[in-house]
């Protein structure tokens, strides 16, 4: 028989469930859980300047690591400013557990000070969340919070703690088990015998890797049946890194920035293999016309995905790594001499246009000097907007967990508290964030907790002085009317970095870009690396809003 | 980024549905259950909840229109984790008829 208080209790099943490190920040109503925290010798604390910051700190850990990662907030504005880092993390699903601080249970709902309901707010943004009004609840939510957000398909979940529980001493005679991700679902034999017959029998098909396929760490097996069946390769935003990009059956990223092949490619499909995707309208366009000559196999581990945009001939609800281990050995080795010729036919005449792709000072000569000075043991993080597109489309990403990006929400702001995170749960690699002058700014305070903790996290700032995308989208399809898209002041990034501590190079004043920086991503510790690119440089090809995936401008 | 097209928002039908489902009975799962039906703005037009008797559980009784999306609606409950049990009825379930004396 053990006393001890709610928030001792919290921490001692947050060290039993294998936490390390926690980003957050304190106040008032989660300071017992912070005082109980002060006390443990297992977890790491990383202190950020903004809420948000610490919910991307917790995401760019669970996105490298693979594991539900941990952020803490206090109540009312600190739980408030946690709800952007939620949300993305649910559309992107991301296994994440907040836990707020709230006002004691007999202030609740008196409007007391920094009381908000985070409850009631983070409903639609987590797969679940809990008000605990015990601490005897907390033996139960604690792992319950922890097995809901890695099964199945993964994602956040929120646990608020008013702090009146926190403090409440209660006697434990043995503490539970770590919580484990639920079994998979049990194989649909039949629907993959079906899928088997149907992608040896495609004369035409085409391979479409999601976010699931890294998620579930499939990548192997979809390679794999990649290259038995031979079969054609597309990725989604959150699939990159599934199959290497120079892959010779990868097709690259499909969709709203694809290269025109890609998309090209689809059209002529008989047959759609789509795993862990979930035919987002950024990747397919105008669904009706998406892929208009092919069936569907559609492997998904949320079952509310299947037959919700497409309507599939075999849907199978599963784990996509064991649904792949049960379908490989029943697909034929396959050539398919004909439809590869074709696929290449259409790549060569429809190549990915790279304009100077060799000029560092040019954005995808920059993104390529960046990849050249790497290997493929680092992480790429971006924030959002056009240096996203560029860098999702030049970038060689060849490992799953290589590549972190806002896909779903596309919350610019993402990248460096992400990059943070990133080198906190892998410190032996080097982490470059790809950001823009309008994202960065978005999240700039978190450059303090990075020159405290010293990672290893260069952060390259392709800087337009606009919202390059809005710019984009106003020059292309308003009329060219420019509106509230360039910034009429330029901060001076590399005194902002000094002030914060850290290191910083101008790309623009050295005489040999690519050789500063070589040395600048070379060098240990926090580095920001400042490019001006050109303003007048838009993201091609593109899909028009609503339009069909074959209605590309431009590249 | 870029607005939203999609196609427009289908009307509701006008074919009703009963919907039953079977739910842990504690704090905060109506408030998920309704949030589910408002965030996808599908209308719910009728709902009912009460405890079963001697148990740990309660069941909601939910009227809706059918259309298109009433499927990825019951797959979205089923995801729900406080929500055990969805059964689809005809509208000529009795459980809204015998309460309509009650709405007059």
Not at chain 1, 98 to 113: H, K, R, S
Not at chain 1, 192 to 205: D, K, L, S, T
Not at chain 1, 541 to 553: D, F, L, Q, Y
Not at chain 2, 2 to 30: C, F, R, S, Y
Request: glycine share 8%; with cysteine.
């Amino acid at each position: 028989m053990k006393q001890m208080t709610g928030a001792q209790l919290i921490v001692r099943l947050l060290e039993r469930q294998g936490v390390r490190t926690i980003a957050g920040i304190p106040g008032g109503a989660i300071l017992p859980l912070y005082d109980a925290l002060s006390g443990s010798d297992v977890i790491r604390h990383v202190l950020a300047r903004h809420e948000q910051g610490a919910g991307f700190m917790a995401q760019g850990m669970a996105r490298v690591s693979g594991r539900p990662e941990v952020c803490f907030a206090s109540s009312g504005p600190g739980a408030t400013n946690l709800v952007t880092a939620i949300a993305d993390a649910m559309l992107d699903s991301i296994p994440m557990v907040a836990i707020t601080g709230q006002v004691p249970l007999p202030m609740i709902g008196t409007d007391a000070f920094q009381e908000v309901d985070i409850y009631g707010i983070t409903v639609p943004i987590t797969k679940h969340n809990f008000l605990v009004r015990s601490a005897t609840e907390l033996l139960e939510v604690i792992p319950e919070a922890f097995r809901l957000a890695m099964s199945g398909r993964p994602g956040p979940v929120l646990v608020d703690v008013p702090k009146d529980v926190q403090n409440q001493l209660i006697e434990i005679e043995t503490l539970p088990e770590p919580a484990e991700p639920d079994p998979a679902p049990v194989l649909d034999l039949a629907a993959i015998e079906r899928a088997a017959e149907m992608i040896n029998a495609a004369e035409r098909p085409v391979l479409y890797l999601g976010g699931g396929v890294i998620h579930s760490g499939a990548s192997q097996q979809a390679v794999t049946l990649a290259e038995q069946a031979s079969l054609p390769t597309t990725m989604t935003l959150m699939g990159l890194g599934a199959l290497p990009l120079d892959h010779p059956l990868s097709i690259g990223m499909l969709g709203m920035h694809a290269a025109r092949y890609t998309n090209f490619v689809l059209e002529e499909a008989d047959l759609l293999i789509c795993v862990g995707a979930r035919f987002d309208d950024r990747a397919i366009g105008k669904a009706a016309q998406f892929c208009p000559n092919a069936n569907i196999i559609h492997i998904d581990v949320d079952p509310s995905e299947l037959h919700k945009i497409k309507t599939a001939h075999v849907a199978i609800n599963g784990d996509v790594a064991k649904v792949l281990d049960a379908l490989l050995p029943q697909v034929k080795v396959k050539l398919r001499d004909a439809w590869l010729a074709q696929v290449d036919g259409l790549r060569n005449r429809y190549p990915m246009e790279m304009p100077a792709r060799d000029d560092p000072r040019s954005h995808y000569g920059l993104i390529h000097a960046v990849a050249s000075a790497l290997d493929d043991e680092a992480i790429i993080t971006t924030d959002v907007g056009q240096h996203q597109m560029w860098v999702a489309q030049a970038y060689p990403f060849r490992r799953p967990r290589q590549w972190l990006t806002s896909g779903g929400l596309g919350t610019m702001g993402f990248g460096m508290p992400a990059a943070v995170g990133a080198a906190l749960a892998a410190p032996e690699r080097t982490v470059v964030c790809f950001s823009g002058d309008g994202s960065l700014l978005m999240n700039i305070q978190e450059l303090a907790t990075l020159a405290e903790e010293g990672l290893n996290v260069k952060i390259v700032l392709m800087n337009n002085n606009s919202l390059g995308l809005v710019y984009q989208q106003q020059n292309l399809f308003y009329g060219k009317r420019v509106f509230a898209s360039k910034y009429r002041g330029a901060p001076n990034f590399l005194r902002i970095a000094e002030g914060f501590g850290i290191a910083a190079v101008d790309l623009d004043a050295a005489a040999n870009p690519a050789e500063t920086l070589a040395q600048a991503l070379s060098a240990p510790g926090p580095c920001l690396i400042h490019a001006s690119i050109d303003r007048e440089q838009f993201v091609f090809p593109m899909v028009p809003p609503g339009a069909a995936n074959t209605e590309m401008i431009g590249g | 980024m870029i607005e939203q097209v999609a196609e427009p928002l289908e009307q509701a039908g006008i074919t009703k549905v009963v919907l039953e489902l079977d739910v842990n009975n504690h704090p905060g799962v109506m408030s998920h259950i309704c949030n589910l039906f408002a965030r996808r703005a599908f209308n719910v037009e009728g709902i009912l909840c009460m405890p079963t008797p001697n148990t740990d559980r309660s069941r909601i009784w939910l009227l809706v229109f059918e259309d298109r999306r009433l499927e990825q609606m019951i797959l979205q409950l089923e995801k729900l984790v406080d929500v055990l049990a969805v059964r689809r009825h005809g509208a000529e379930h009795e459980v809204f008829v015998r309460l309509e004396q009650f709405f007059h």
